[in-house]
């Protein structure tokens, strides 16, 4: 049973620490997968909103906003997706390209229809690509995203559990040196308390016991939150996301230039397959679609805000320096 007390602490909307807490509840202490799926829940949901549809051109068909969902879903999953139509309705499934061309690319692919209600039976179907059907890829060479999101999110649970370890190792970091069983006996009691929580003391009558403070460790802790931080900056790299501080570190507008462009070069190649799916759907289907994405993909590189930062912060510079 939870407590209520702890349990008003968190708001009823914040999955992670009610799965937490719901962990407690059962018996079982977190553990590291429980962090990988919190990271890798919040990467999903960065990686599926990236980018935005609007229909421009339905053609008579039905293109419901679930389409673009499930486009996306499979584009993060499985780095390619196959457009079809299904009783008048644009449909995204899961396809298996074959057949080449002279530029080695498909020509054709299959996917399986039914297999639940109303439709039990399942049908395998066959579409030739950009005749009756567009065969779609999250990259130029059909990555998936969840394979690069389920590593960082591995790589960073594992420095949340390093940082908890050495929060807890932290407690007392000098050595304890016995002599006798006694003495041993009375320090495995200390540091057995201290890591359960509790207050405790070590009493030795005979003095011989002794703390060696040579051999006291320097603490890893900064190491692990500096390696979560790189790796949580790597990943929004992978977005175009820039997590660098500029103001603070002061780089001059050349370093923000470069930083960026080197930021949505990783986003230009799945902006262009995107692209170029619609255009596909449009000769195909006949209907129009237009993506755009969440980052700013600007010729110069920088963001109309990022320039007047830098623009306040070289004039407030200036001023200062007179």
Known sequence: MIN?????????????????????????????????????EHFT???????EYEVTNYNGLDIPERFFKQLEKRFFFFGRAGIVT?????????????????????????????????????TTEIREIE??????????????TAMSAEQYALMIAHCD????????????MDLLKASNNKSAEAAAKFHKDLYAGKLSFIYDATEELEVDRAARNVSRLRDFTDAKSSLLKE???????????????????????DNQELLQFNVKDMLDQREK??????????????????????????????????????????????
């Open 235 to 257: 990943f929004y790299a992978l977005f175009g996301i820039n997590k660098t501080n500029e103001k603070r570190e002061r780089m001059i507008t050349d370093e923000v230039k």
């Open 161 to 172: 559990m390093s940082i908890i370890a050495e929060l807890v190792n932290s407690r007392f």
């Open 277 to 322: 799916m619609c255009k596909e759907i449009a000769d195909v289907f006949g209907a129009g679609i237009t993506v755009k994405c969440h980052v700013d993909l600007d010729a110069d590189g920088t963001p109309e805000a990022q320039e007047e930062t830098l623009e306040d912060e070289t004039a407030g510079g200036e001023s200062d320096a007179v």
């Open 4 to 40: 209520d007390n702890v349990l008003n602490l968190y708001s009823k909307s914040d999955k992670y620490y009610m799965r937490l807490l719901g962990c407690k509840s059962l018996g079982r202490e977190l553990n590291v997968w429980d962090i990988f799926r919190n990271y890798f």
């Open 131 to 144: 005749v009756n059907g567009v065969y779609a890829k999250n990259t130029f060479t059909g990555y998936p």
């Open 45 to 51: 949901a960065m990686g599926m909103n990236l980018f």
């Open 86 to 122: 299904r009783e008048n309705e644009l449909v995204a499934v899961d396809a298996s390209g074959f057949g080449e061309d002279v530029y080695n690319e498909p020509t054709r692919f299959n996917f399986v229809f039914g297999g639940g209600l109303p439709d039990p039976a399942e």
